[in-house]
């Protein structure tokens, strides 16, 4: 399913639209930008189209694009909440920022406020957990300034570009997230 609006200082969370999987198409036929994906192989339009009718109707995920609202809406990213096990409230979370002009700018960590929010106040999930690449220093810090705590490394968890990496994983729960 796709994701409310959430208005934040900067960014907007909003549902995906169809007329966006172009852009998604080009984010992902750039190995600068999926380097940090799970993604192998960059998707057809035609994937994208068919990815996009599954995930509208998804009991499990929840999705958003990320707009720049100074912008008038520009499409830079886009986030979401997957995997999400009802009866344990916990979820798993992701990001991504895929025009590279806006990397390093803290929108990341402005989505990833937003989504932690609603899916604590109004999901009602207890549990958020994620991973990022070791060496992907930037979702890391975004992720830590939203709550996130590490849990651990996955040693040699991902191949990728000939080599194996290394996996951060970390979560946020309810409690802390409200304490914080």
């Known amino acids: 399913m796709f994701g409310p609006i959430l208005d934040g200082e900067r960014v907007r969370l909003a549902p995906i639209t169809s007329d966006m999987l172009p852009v998604f198409s080009r984010w992902f036929a750039d190995t600068e930008v999926t380097r940090y994906l799970s993604l192998r192989y960059p998707p057809s ?6 990815w996009f009718e599954r995930t509208m109707r998804s009991e499990t995920d929840v999705l958003w694009a990320t707009l720049l609202r100074e912008e008038n809406d520009r499409l830079i990213g886009t986030t979401g909440i997957h995997g999400i096990d009802w009866p344990n409230r916990r979820a798993f979370t992701g990001n991504l920022i895929g025009e590279k002009s806006e990397w390093r ?3 990341a960590s402005e989505v990833v406020r937003l ?3 609603w899916a604590f106040e109004e999901m009602g999930l207890e549990k958020l957990a994620t991973k990022a690449f070791v060496e992907n220093v930037g979702s890391r810090r975004a992720l830590e300034k939203s709550g996130y705590r590490e849990v651990g490394i996955a040693r040699r968890d991902e191949w990728r570009h000939g080599k194996w990496h290394d996996m951060w994983l970390a979560e946020v729960l309810r409690d802390e997230w409200v304490a914080g």
């Not at 339009?45 to 068919?50: A, D, S």
């Open 45 to 50: 339009v035609k994937l994208e189209e068919e």
């Open 115 to 117: 989504r932690t929010r």
């Open 105 to 107: 700018k803290g929108y």
